[in-house]
């Protein structure tokens, strides 16, 4: 990453902070207490879309996630600092070449293990938008760790509508609206495609209630990949 791109990310993820402390939040049906009280491991299951207002809400003392090795992800890294998220850079493999993903992953599984949460972004790091990709199930598969699925919506956000994941930026003195999901136990599916299944399904309906006017567009851009 070039110097001036390095600068970049590091000034936006101290704006980011920044517009996070003139903000609050709102959760809604939050299940963490009861995990907590029970001392059960959890993993979030977020949108693409919603990585920034995550990251500047998660309120954990200290969260894992995994961050793809693209110029995306060498952006994505200030913010995860900042607050207090610990990145373990890797993707899902392309055309047969593993791009670090089978290590993060490995990784993120033992952090999980040492009983902290993990926050992935399902549909990343390429889409389609809203298209469950396969890790948050072998995580909670190899772990125990039970799934909540999670869209953090700003009521004031700008809107990149020229990618795929249609990012959310979120704006000053906005209510960041925390939506969750039942926890989702991973030895209640037989296998893995189940699992991953059940979380894409949870993740459309979440999204439908949190944000009805995304889910719509979202709902109209999956169709389109499948054709």
Not at 200 to 205: G, H, K, P, S, Y
Request: positive net charge; contains cysteine; proline residues 6%.
């Amino acid at each position: 990453m070039s110097v001036l791109r390095w600068l970049a990310a590091w000034l936006g993820a101290i704006i980011f902070v920044c517009i996070r402390n003139t903000c609050r939040l709102q959760t809604h049906d939050d299940p963490r207490p009861g995990l907590r009280g029970r001392g059960q491991g959890y993993i979030y299951a977020i949108l693409h879309a919603h990585q920034i207002a995550a990251a500047l809400t998660h309120g954990e003392e200290l969260c894992g996630t995994m961050v793809s090795r693209s110029v995306d992800g060498d952006l994505i890294i200030p913010i995860c600092t900042l607050n207090n998220i610990r990145p373990f850079r890797g993707s899902s493999s392309k055309k047969g070449q593993d791009k670090g993903g089978t290590r993060a992953l490995t990784q993120l599984i033992e952090f999980v293990r040492s009983g902290r949460p993990c926050t992935m972004a399902v549909d990343g790091p390429r889409g389609p938008r809203n298209r469950v990709q396969g890790g948050v199930a072998k995580i909670a598969e190899a772990t125990g760790a039970h799934i909540v699925v999670t869209c953090v919506i700003p009521r004031r956000r700008w809107i990149l509508r020229g990618t795929w994941d249609r990012m959310q930026i979120p704006g000053p003195f906005s209510t960041f609206d925390a939506w969750f999901s039942e926890p989702i136990d991973p030895r209640s599916y037989d296998d893995l495609e189940m699992l991953r299944a059940r979380v894409e399904d949870v993740l459309t309906a979440l999204e439908k209630r949190s944000d009805p006017s995304e889910a719509t567009i979202a709902s109209r851009l999956v169709g389109g990949s499948r054709n």
